[in-house]
């Protein structure tokens, strides 16, 4: 049998903060014969598993691009939906999250999601404030060009002139969100779509055909695996990175 990828990993090397493009739930399932949102639905049990995957391996922060923007855009059917899954996964995990100490966060506008997803979040993000575990961050509503606007409106409104780097990911919508580590896109898309745009500046990216039902434990390994091959250098040259251990 095939040594699974775990056995691989070194688990002083685990990247703290993952990112997610959790993409091809409707393509899975017209290859399965039935309607998109049926992916869906299949999708959010693998959520449940790569949270649980990601905690027990020690994972900062996982953040899971939910809903776009743009994704308001699809059939009416789909986008309610992905509204009453929301709801009903957030209701259903919301003790599982408090007994594993995992904290909810939201990146995105909330305010303009209907009244019961919203309220959902809201009591979760409430009720998990204090876990000091994995955070979990569901980009909901959400747009990076948006976000990088927000961030600019919010410097003119506060009659900003000296803008630097610190100052400016101050103003975007979740600053103490850190840069991720890695970013995954399942689906076999090359793109980043919106995501995290001022995030992402060095960030590792990894691509996998795999469809977003169909991503398990062993996917994410290999991600992380294949992560952990990589020097990072922001800048630099490989003579100058001496240690390439992740700061825990």
């Not at 995957?53 to 953040?63: D, P, Y």
């Not at 575990?133 to 919010?154: D, F, M, P, T, W």
């Amino acid at each position: 049998m095939m040594e699974s990828a775990l056995a691989k990993i070194d688990k002083d090397r685990i990247p703290r903060h993952i990112a997610i493009i959790m993409d091809g739930n409707g393509r899975w399932a017209k290859q399965q014969g039935n309607k998109r949102t049926y992916g869906h639905e299949r999708g959010v049990e693998t959520v449940r598993t790569i949270l649980k995957a990601a905690n027990e391996l020690g994972v900062k922060t996982l953040t899971l691009y939910t809903f776009s923007e743009e994704n308001w855009k699809r059939p009416q059917e789909e986008v309610e939906t992905l509204m009453r899954l929301l709801v009903t996964a957030v209701d259903n995990e919301l003790e599982e999250l408090k007994s594993n100490n995992i904290r909810l966060e939201v990146l995105g506008n909330m305010a303009e999601l209907p009244k019961e997803p919203r309220e959902a979040l809201q009591m979760a993000i409430e009720e998990t404030a204090s876990n000091t575990g994995c955070q979990v961050v569901l980009a909901i509503n959400y747009s990076g060009r948006s976000e990088l606007i927000h961030a600019a409106k919010q410097l003119v409104k506060k009659g900003c002139t000296e803008i630097d780097d610190k100052l400016f990911a101050e103003n975007l919508y979740l600053p103490t969100l850190s840069d991720p580590d890695l970013l995954i896109r399942t689906g076999g898309e090359y793109r980043i779509s919106n995501f995290l745009l001022w995030q992402l500046a060095y960030t590792e990216l990894y691509f996998t055909p795999t469809f977003w039902p169909d991503f398990g434990k062993e996917e994410l390994f290999k991600a992380i695996l294949d992560f952990q091959q990589r020097e990072r250098r922001f800048g630099k040259t490989g003579e100058q990175v001496s240690d390439r251990k992740i700061e825990r």
